[in-house]
Nanobody, 123 residues
Framework: QVQLVESGGGLVQAGGSLRLSCAAS????????MGWFRQAQGKERESVAV????????YYADSVKGRFTVSRDNAKNTVYLQMTSLKPEDTAVYYC????????????????WGQGTQVTVSS
């Protein structure tokens, strides 16, 4: 049974930093993109950042480029999202995802989802 378990969310002031972690289990993800989506209250789920196995191919939403970094520790089957210069508009539930995606920005391309972790950025 595949499981993606997120951790690291919380409350932070604008301009601050957080690091999210996602521990994956149940299968090998070597051929899978892994990363993060988010959903703010009242809004659609949107892509944030994803990475392939080696980190050689990544995708970032325009809104987070230069502020967020996605990385993978394949030995630990873990994916991270380092978030810096956080803004109130980054407030959302962040979901870890895994999938053999082609359109990396599309939620429908990902087979596996975590339960989500709340990130709240106060102004």
């Amino acid at each position: 049974q595949v499981q993606l378990v997120e951790s690291g969310g919380g409350l932070v002031q604008a301009g601050g930093s957080l690091r999210l972690s996602c521990a994956a289990s149940g299968r090998t993800f070597s051929n899978y993109y892994m990363g993060w989506f988010r959903q703010a209250q009242g809004k659609e789920r949107e892509s944030v950042a994803v990475s392939n196995w080696s980190g050689g191919r990544t995708y970032y939403a325009d809104s987070v480029k230069g502020r967020f970094t996605v990385s993978r520790d394949n030995a630990k089957n873990t994916v991270y999202l380092q978030m810096t210069s956080l803004k109130p508009e980054d407030t959302a539930v962040y979901y870890c995802v895994a999938g053999r995606a082609v359109r990396l920005w599309s939620p429908g391309e990902y087979d596996y989802w975590g339960q989500g972790t709340q990130v709240t950025v106060s102004s």
